[in-house]
């Protein structure tokens, strides 16, 4: 638990005497000042790396310029603290027997209201989750620990993050009569007191204007409409306009994301309100993305493994193209395996794998191809900005590989950046902060152009307690991609071992 829990000051007080104590004690009190994510590269000796079947071949290396000098591993960028402890939490997750009682555990804290099991008044369990779970995948709880993360996050070479204010409201029943008339977290109703609804629209819009007001020119800010409490919901889920309380908190925060520079991504959500989001969406794009040419204020989000989202896009592509804005599209995997219907999703993941890829390559390209088919006759496309959110390697690889070939030929280029959640896939993002810096070093000799790479890392940022149901989330993904967290784990080993020499 030392390890896990970084504790500078119990550390000191303890003498190791195992040798594999003894091997990672210095390292660790040496980092343990260090800011979560701070850049440090290691120059421990290389030792001998076994491949695995994660690891890329010779013929699918990613085309990046030659160098002579020897890559350190991407890893190595990671302090060993933040290490060690992604090894500790990415084996829980890897291992069916450890994570299903662990899911147990988190779900009834999630949702108790015994104080025993509240964060909020059990300063135990609060110190406990927000040492391992809550500093493994969240940004801070106030905005100076945030403002701490994400400059830690900038010195490690990412462009950019991804914030997200971390309220959530929960969507539980199956949709009546094809209306989708669901319930709130502790059955609240849908038509409660005006004041009330005041109160849930008017917290979400401050938390999500704070957060706006927290990320600088070129960060992006992620919120979830439900966020803002019965009414949005209800209205989501009966596919109705955003009434004029929700309208004007809208347009506050769009106004302030203009202003600021700042886009916004609104968050696909379970399948029983993501009609009425879509169209939510649509609308302020409507509004926000034509003030700039070829910049989007308004991102909508599109989940690869619904077999309903190559339609749903190109349907979008179309409106946007006919009505001169520009699409802003977040293109996700898919986080609702375990709370929407099963019928919706494509039967195997090799399928999800394969219209995530074709979805990409053809915003990449601007144009219709694969799996993204023109509606009527709308073959033109609109401006697209892109953020492509994805820990898989195979994915990353061939959109650094299509945005290369397009530099080569001096074929237009998309506005697009990759984007991984805090706390997973880190030998991916990593790659791709080497990739940038090695770039920007080409770029800055003025040797040759070439396209400089852009990782953003999405953390949310709110209390122990508030975060919990979106750990939750993080957790029943992790269950769902157990061979990519294996991959992971895997890769996180062998730095351990190359950095401490076991």
């Known amino acids: 638990m030392a390890l896990m829990l970084s504790v500078p000051a119990y550390l000191r007080l303890q003498t190791p005497r195992r040798p594999l104590l003894q091997a990672l004690w210095p390292p660790i009190l040496a980092t343990s000042r260090l800011p979560p994510y701070h850049r440090t590269l290691h120059t421990s000796r290389p030792h001998a790396q076994t491949s695995t079947a994660s690891s890329p071949s010779t013929s699918e290396q990613i085309l990046l310029p030659s160098t002579s000098a020897k890559k350190p591993p991407p890893l190595s960028l990671l302090p060993l603290p933040n290490l060690l402890r992604s090894y500790l939490i990415t084996t829980l997750t ?7 009682p662990s899911l147990r555990l988190l779900k009834r804290i999630a949702y108790s209201t015994s104080p025993l099991l509240s964060p909020a008044t059990n300063p135990i369990l609060r110190y406990i989750l927000k040492k391992t779970f809550y500093a493994h995948f969240c940004g801070g709880e106030t905005p100076a620990e945030v403002r701490k993360t994400v400059t830690g996050l900038k010195a490690m070479g990412f462009s950019g993050v991804i914030l997200g204010y971390a309220r959530e409201v929960e969507v539980r029943g199956a949709e009546k009569a094809g209306k989708g008339m669901v319930g709130v977290v502790k059955g609240e109703d849908a038509d409660e007191k005006e004041e009330e609804v005041r109160r849930e629209v008017e917290a979400w819009k401050e938390g999500t204007l704070e957060t706006v007001r927290l990320a600088e020119k070129g960060d992006q800010v992620a919120l979830k409409f439900t966020g803002a409490g019965s009414r949005a919901l209800d209205r989501l889920a009966k596919e109705l306009p ?4 929700l309208d004007e908190a809208i347009v506050k925060i769009c106004e302030l994301g203009r202003e600021r520079q700042v886009p916004l991504l609104f968050d696909a959500e379970q399948h029983a309100v993501q009609p009425g989001i879509d169209a939510w969406t649509l609308d302020f794009q409507r509004r926000y993305n034509n003030l700039t ?29 006919r009505e001169g804005f520009t699409l802003g599209v977040k293109l996700v995997r898919g986080a609702y395996l375990g709370s929407d219907p099963r019928h919706l999703f494509w039967s195997r993941k090799e399928e999800t794998d394969e219209a995530y ?5 053809a915003l990449l390209k601007r144009r219709y191809e694969g799996i993204l088919e023109p509606v009527g006759e709308e ?6 900005n ?31 950046v990759y984007g991984q959640l805090m706390g997973m896939a880190d030998e991916v993002c990593c790659e791709i902060l080497q990739a940038g810096a090695q770039e920007r ?15 953003y890392k999405y953390l949310v940022w709110g209390s122990v307690g508030e975060c919990l149901k979106y750990l939750l989330r993080r957790a029943e993904e992790n269950r769902d991609a157990v061979e990519r967290t294996k991959d992971s784990q895997r890769a996180l080993l062998r730095e351990i071992v190359r950095r401490t020499g076991l």
Do not use: C, W
Not at 297 to 311: E, F, H, I
């Open 293 to 321: 040419p070829g910049q989007a204020v308004v991102y909508g989000t599109y989940q690869a493994y619904k077999q309903s989202t190559p339609s749903t896009l190109a349907s979008h592509l179309a409106i946007a193209r």
């Open 379 to 384: 073959h033109e496309f609109p401006e697209v």
């Open 441 to 455: 070093g080409i770029q800055a000799s003025g040797k040759s152009k070439i396209e400089v790479q852009k990782a």
């Open 357 to 361: 890829n074709s979805i990409a390559a």
């Open 242 to 245: 955003p009434d004029e309380m």
């Open 94 to 100: 890897a291992t069916p027997v450890l994570l299903s």
């Open 386 to 416: 892109l953020v492509l959110a994805s820990h898989n390697y195979a994915t990353v690889k061939k959109a650094m590989n299509i945005r290369q070939e397009q530099m080569k030929i001096g074929e237009k280029r998309i506005d697009m």
